[in-house]
């Protein structure tokens, strides 16, 4: 069975959320089923991106942690990138990159898969003409969340956004808190903006939003899953 693997990268530094990120992706993109993930870290930033500023930030570092994996020994490896924040940093230039990279190589590379979590989580959730809310624990990207939703063309099955109460950093240090304060997020998309869909909006949310999968009587969406199950449509073809 050949390999695929799959870098996922993480726009912030702090390694242990890369590893958690990682682990979701992982169920996913099975070592059974011929993937590997590779966890890739932002060299410079913040441990976690909570403002439009960072997001900014994190741009350039998505583009050079790509860069770094390709040159390194797991370059020919690699099949595709998951971005791992949910503004999708640095998506679009990746592709732009990688793609050019392609065309000029010497090899018989196509062009590689970029997947953003925040772009997959909204095709999945958008699905059958389901309006789709986002719960999330970052007020300082509700705009460009909205944002991303109206470049994407969802805006017509946008139901909105809910924040959670509290500190988005003390909230990440508790995460039965966390999970709680979500659903309650998730909670107020459904009974009050009527969601039939809700995405838990962050990849460091990630193991929340597995907890939370199951909970409700709509679809609740972890991005990180979704976006790796849109890497195997793009790989296998589907």
């Known amino acids: 069975m050949t390999t695929t693997a799959v870098a996922l990268i993480n726009p912030n530094t702090s390694q242990a959320t890369t590893e958690m990120m990682a682990t979701i992706a992982r169920r996913t993109l099975r070592p059974d089923d011929g993937y590997e993930v590779l966890g890739l870290t932002a060299a410079e930033g913040p441990a976690m ?3 439009e500023d960072a997001l900014r930030a994190a741009e350039p570092q998505v583009v050079r942690a790509a860069q ?10 690699i099949g595709a990138f998951v971005v791992s924040a949910f503004g999708d940093p640095g998506v679009e230039e990746l592709r732009s ?3 050019r990279t392609s065309r000029t190589s010497r090899t018989s590379r196509t062009s590689l898969p970029v997947v953003g979590i ?5 095709a999945e959730a958008a699905s059958a003409g389901r309006r789709f809310g986002i719960a999330t624990t970052t007020p300082g990207l509700t705009a460009a969340i909205a944002a991303r939703v109206a470049h994407l063309g969802w805006s017509g ?11 988005p950093h003390q909230l990440s240090a508790s995460p039965e808190e966390l999970t709680e304060r979500l659903a309650e997020a998730v909670e107020a998309c459904r009974a009050q903006d009527g969601a039939e869909a809700v995405i838990i909006g962050g990849g460091p949310l990630g193991e929340a939003a597995e907890a939370l999968r199951d909970r409700f009587p709509i679809p609740v969406i972890g991005p990180i899953p979704a976006a790796c199950r849109a890497v195997r449509g793009v790989v ?3």
Do not use: K, N
């Open 97 to 99: 990159r990688t793609s």
């Open 49 to 51: 991106l909570v403002d």
């Open 236 to 238: 296998e073809g589907d």
């Open 157 to 167: 099955q946008y139901s909105g956004i809910r924040l959670t109460a509290g500190d």
């Open 118 to 122: 925040a772009e997959a989580a909204m």
């Open 68 to 77: 770094r994996a390709l040159a390194g020994p797991d370059g020919p490896r």
